[in-house]
């Protein structure tokens, strides 16, 4: 039999404060430079880098939240059968925390015992542990610390299922996620489906992320030799061509053991002409977890943080009390550097299945690469055949139009906006399967909406956070022709973003100028900061953030800007001075009091580093060094006197001053 209930479930967690009001543009240069090794075959150069670059408009970014943990009770939504129980939490990203194997008394992923956000995605905040589903943009998704709409639906013979459903603004896309557990089926089945119901084709990504315990046992298999890895044996991070299981990148040791590393790692296994994708993590005893998909989802991947002070510092930062992990995850191109074009109108279905398998020890761990994955492979086809598989997804598509019965959480209430725009208009219709109803309309909405109904936005405060920014090219047709959109200044500021954000610089600027001719405002004159920092006119962007602060000094984010691009052009003694008439609702931040620790350092104020240095910090990036390159320069300045050191004595310094561990957050441990 199987069950659908919505259960709360308590634990230690944080919540995330007020976004940033300011809008963070995508990267200039849209195709990321990656560099790759002679060996990369010519296939998989194509779109490599493509559309990777950095993206985040029309959202915005999520990265005010701390350490301090207390007791919160979040809505979980349970699908179980007689062999597994599926435990999801719609409130954030719709991560499914727990599998867990009822017969074995098992779980089968990495149970986070915490949330705790961390730097690591597209808009910062994000946590580790469970299954991730990422769609659209490189990166972790935009929506992994948000809610999701999740809904009832119906399975073939009667049973319950869930559907997890958004709207994605960055693209004008829908996405959704059928999860059933038949009666007795040892498989939680996830049917995905992307839809792009516009004229036009987009850039689309999609990787499901699953972390399971990582231990020494653990061994990663997928059913190829062929793999696409990260070359961290030279100076750089580069794309290399190579063969499982032993690899230069991990010390030469057989990498499909993640403790093999030395540093954070992954590599991309390329399974190009294989029927049915999978991938597995699998113990001592053989046994373990395997996911399997349909041929579209085909790649597979492994992460690890790496056997490092670094990597175990992270490990615990994400999950404190938590089980170490590892990665493997599925997508549909190469590697996460392999851009994708989605046709326009396209609708996108895949079938993926998550459980439980039992090898035989000796195969599993058997040192010839082929030998162990033939055998898990056919060990995987004896429970479930390709052509069950196909079964299955051809059956779930069929469904995936069908309306849900209840709405069990509800997400944002952009999608009902999005319906509600294109009523009005001859655009190809939405499936019925996106309900989106008007009460998840919220004040963020609905000042779109009025411009949407009136043809004006509705005029704003200027000391007042400017909202939710739109970038989408059919909203900013309707706000060029607003008549608002020529001479009021917060109608002037969401132009000049739409404009920017389409790269018109010039008419960016024309725009924001504008906006501050009508009405001064914080907002326009950082954005006009960020045209100069682009013009590489430094100057010009300190005086515009200059007067940006000292309209609104209570802003945090303008505070750090303006604080970093003093720093950055050594004007350190100003920065103080900044960070001195700061309120102290401001100063308590972390990038505050990280940014107040190099001018510190920089000033010669060897106490205050110091006591800096003992701080655990909630919003370190990922690959971020700042805090370590804080330390050692430090040391540095204790050891140079009069003399600059040279490298060597640099070396030395950081062998015999190592950082502590509560602010080593290096991926690398490389000189």
Known sequence: MTTLTVTPLTMPGVALGAENPLPRFRDRITTRPVSVHANMPARKLEMLGSECGLRVL????????????????????????????????????????????????????????????????????????????????????????????????????????????????????????????????????????????????????????????????????????????????????????????????????????????????????????????????????????????????????????????????????LAPGGKPYLEIQAGLAPSQLHGLTMPARADWHWTQVFGHIQGDPAMVH????????????????????????????????????????????????????????????????????????????GPEQRTWQTLLRTGQLPTQDPTAAPGAWMVQPAWRTLLEQSASGATDWYALLHLGVMRLEHFDSAGARAAWEASIANQPSAWAWRNLAVLARWDDDQERALACLANAWQLNPTVMELAQEYMELLCAMQRFAEAHAVYQALPAAVTVH????????????????????????????????????????????????RARGATPLSADQQREIRRRNPPPAHIDFRAINKE
């Open 590 to 637: 972390d990038r505050i009091q990280i940014l107040h620790a190099r001018i510190a350092l920089e000033l010669g104020d060897e106490a205050t580093v110091e006591r800096l240095m003992q701080h655990e910090y909630a919003v370190v990036r990922e690959g971020e060094t700042e805090l370590t390159d804080i330390w050692f320069g430090l040391w540095y300045r």
């Open 58 to 317: 029309p959202y915005r970014m999520q990265e005010t939240y701390t350490r301090q943990r207390v007791d919160t009770t979040y809505e979980t939504i349970v699908l179980e059968n007689e062999t597994l129980r599926a435990t999801f939490l719609p409130a954030v990203g719709g991560r499914l925390l727990s599998l867990f194997h009822i017969p074995l008394q098992r779980e089968l992923l990495n149970r986070n015992p915490v949330y705790q956000p961390a730097n690591l995605a597209i808009r910062n905040a994000w946590f580790s542990g469970g299954i991730e589903w990422n769609v659209s943009q490189y990166g972790h998704t935009f929506g992994t610390c948000s809610p999701v709409y999740a809904a009832a639906i119906t399975g073939a013979d009667g049973e319950p299922g869930l559907r997890l459903y958004e709207y994605e603004r960055c693209k004008n896309l829908f996405w959704q996620i059928d999860f059933y557990l038949p009666p007795g089926s040892p498989w939680l089945i996830a049917h995905t489906r992307i839809a792009n119901p516009n004229d036009d084709p987009t850039s689309m990504y999609w990787w499901t992320n699953t972390a399971v315990d990582e231990r020494p046992d653990v061994r990663v298999l997928a059913p190829t030799k062929e793999i696409i890895y990260t070359d961290l044996t030279g100076k750089g991070y580069d794309y290399a061509y190579g063969e499982m299981p032993v690899l230069s990148t991990f010390d030469n040791k057989d990498a499909s053991y993640s403790l093999h590393s030395g540093s954070a790692n992954e590599y991309f296994f390329q399974p190009d002409d294989v029927d049915m994708p999978w991938e597995a993590a699998l113990g001592a005893d053989g046994s373990g977890f395997i996911e399997a998909s349909t041929p579209m989802l085909r790649y597979r991947k492994m992460f690890c943080w790496g056997n490092h002070q670094g990597g175990r510092h992270w490990q615990d930062f």
């Open 366 to 441: 058997h040192p010839d690469w082929q030998h162990a994955w033939q055998g898990v492979d056919r060990l995987l086809k004896g429970k479930l055949s390709t052509a069950q598989l196909q079964a299955l997804d051809a059956q779930y598509t069929a469904r995936a139009d069908l309306p849900a019965s209840t709405i069990l959480q509800h997400g944002s209430g952009w999608g009902a906006l999005e319906l509600e725009r294109r009523a009005g208009t001859r655009e190809p219709a939405v499936s019925a399967a996106f309900v989106f109803p008007s009460t998840s309309l």
